[in-house]
């Protein structure tokens, strides 16, 4: 069983970063896929990013390609997502997600890839 707890989401104008957190808990963290997703009101659940069990294979959405990065410390059971340049459209609560089924660089894991999720944090980018 894992246990994801989403941390630094908020406020901020278009143009500024935020770095989100998700520690999570279990020995076998390191040995999962983790992915972000996001869901804005009114709209399904979306992919974002993922990485591998080791951080040497990465995936993103068009969509926040060159402004996102996603990272992982595996010796702290933590995963995030650095995001620059943000515009509103990213307003949307942020989903970390742990056993991810990700089949590589170019591909987009699903929603029912997922095992485990985060309870979310809220990010809100004012234009």
């Known amino acids: 069983q894992v246990q994801l707890v989403e941390s630094g989401g908020g406020l901020v104008q278009a143009g500024d970063s935020l770095r989100l957190s998700c520690a999570g808990s279990?020995?076998?963290?390191?040995?999962?896929?983790m992915g972000w997703f996001r869901q804005a009101p009114g709209k399904e659940r979306e992919f974002v990013a993922a990485?591998?069990?080791?951080?040497?294979?990465?995936s993103y959405a068009d969509s926040v390609k060159g402004r996102f990065t996603i990272s992982r410390d595996n010796a702290k059971n933590t995963v995030y997502l650095q995001m620059n340049t943000l515009k509103p459209e990213d307003t949307a609560v942020y989903y970390c997600a742990a056993d991810v089924f990700y089949l590589g660089p170019t591909t987009t894991p699903q929603l029912d890839s997922v095992d485990y999720w985060g309870q979310g944090t809220q990010v809100t980018v004012s234009s």
């Open positions: 279990g020995r076998s963290f390191s040995t999962y896929a």
């Open positions: 990485i591998n069990w080791s951080g040497s294979s990465i």
